[in-house]
């Protein structure tokens, strides 16, 4: 079965700084999909970054990058250069490449960033 | 341009009266399905469709029921409402097979009273 785990509930961080958003993952699956989504307070979805299990190279995405490593099966988002706008609730994702490949989400983690 | 739409985007209703939570794409997706969002837990999987009259369920379908009639539409339907479902619901398309990106509608917040 296929889990996501973020162990961090909240994170402060000051602005123009870096920060780390854990993500582990299980799944026996070979081929699947790792997502980052962003939830502002407004409540609606925003997709960040993805990365293939078959992909080489990490994923970047302007300040995201997605530092996969697949032996240890994390996936952690990591935002550079924070800004006052980046405060959100972040959520790591999963997708099987079979059948129906759902999403399956982690808990989220809150991401304060302060001036 | 290409969404995702879900009206209403907030109820609060009474237990047991039967509401319905409409959701619309223009991207002619295939693939359709709806989550719910809850403190703690991530979004769960309630349904989903792979096309027109095909639906199953997902992770949390107790106390819901979906239809696919037509390819743009997916409603959610909550035939007798309790407090358990008080929640934040998305729906979500994307095409198939292998397109990664999923389109999210822009949520409804429930509340059942």
């Known amino acids: 079965a296929q889990k996501i785990t973020q162990t961090q509930p909240g994170m402060f961080v000051q602005e123009k700084e870096a920060v780390t958003l854990d993500c582990t993952y299980d799944?026996?699956?070979?081929?699947?999909?790792l997502f980052w989504y962003k939830q502002p307070s407004s409540g609606e979805m925003i997709f960040l970054i993805y990365?293939?299990?078959?992909?080489?190279q990490n994923a970047t995405e302007g300040r995201y990058s997605l530092n996969f490593q697949k032996a240890r099966k994390s996936a952690n988002l990591v935002i550079s250069a924070s800004q006052l706008g980046d405060s959100a609730m972040y959520f790591c994702?999963?997708?099987?490449?079979?059948?129906?490949?759902?999403?399956?989400f982690g808990t989220g983690t809150r991401l304060l960033v302060s001036p | 341009e290409a969404q995702v739409t879900q009206n209403p985007r907030y109820l609060i209703t009474v237990t047991g009266k039967k509401l319905t939570v409409t959701c619309s794409q223009n991207?002619?997706?295939?693939?359709m399905s709806w989550y719910r969002q809850d403190p703690g837990l991530g979004l769960r999987q309630i349904y989903y469709?792979?096309?027109?009259?095909?639906?199953d369920k997902g992770d949390v379908p107790e106390g819901y029921k979906v239809s696919r009639k037509e390819k743009r539409n997916f409603p959610l339907i909550l035939e007798s409402p309790s407090p358990n479902q008080t929640s934040l619901y998305f729906c979500a398309s994307r095409r198939q097979p292998g397109s990664y990106e999923q389109y999210f509608g822009p949520g409804t917040r429930l509340t059942v009273t």
């Open positions: 991207m002619n997706h295939e693939y």
């Open positions: 799944t026996s699956d070979q081929s699947y999909g």
């Open positions: 994702a999963m997708r099987l490449n079979t059948g129906f490949q759902k999403l399956v």
């Open positions: 469709s792979m096309n027109v009259e095909v639906t």
């Open positions: 990365q293939g299990s078959y992909d080489e």
